[in-house]
């Protein structure tokens, strides 16, 4: 069983900056596509960035490109999302997911086989 738990929202100012952290037990994030999705209220649930299982590859949201970068550490089994310039339409619940089944980063929800709990992040204009 795979369990991930998010943490590093909150509130920020637009042009802000955050760092959520996503640490994950039962599985080695070294060994696992791992992606960040959001939903905002009344909104469907989005992919926002992944990387691959060998770390080599990235792959993010047009509406992110650029501003966002996600990343790993083996070590703490842990992966990031690192948010800089933040805007007001960023704000929603960002989850942590884990891709078991498949290789390759999915964009589509039902792709990924294990979710976090969420962190919410909030960005005042």
């Known amino acids: 069983q795979v369990q991930l738990v998010e943490s590093g929202g909150g509130l920020v100012q637009a042009g802000g900056s955050l760092r959520l952290s996503c640490a994950a037990s039962?599985?080695?994030?070294?060994?696992?596509?791992m992606g960040w999705f959001r939903q905002a209220p009344g909104k469907a649930r989005e992919f926002v960035a992944g990387?691959?299982?060998?770390?080599?590859?990235?792959y993010y949201a047009d509406s992110v490109k650029g501003r966002f970068t996600i990343s790993r550490d083996n070590a703490k089994n842990t992966v990031y999302l690192q948010m800089n310039s933040l805007k007001p339409e960023d704000t929603a619940v960002y989850y942590c997911?884990?891709?078991?089944?498949?290789?390759?980063?999915?964009?589509?929800?039902?792709?990924?086989?294990?979710w976090g709990q969420g962190t919410q992040v909030t960005v005042s204009s």
């Open positions: 990387i691959s299982r060998s770390g080599f590859s990235t």
């Open positions: 997911a884990a891709r078991i089944l498949n290789i390759g980063i999915g964009t589509i929800p039902t792709e990924y086989d294990y």
């Open positions: 039962g599985r080695a994030v070294s060994t696992t596509t």
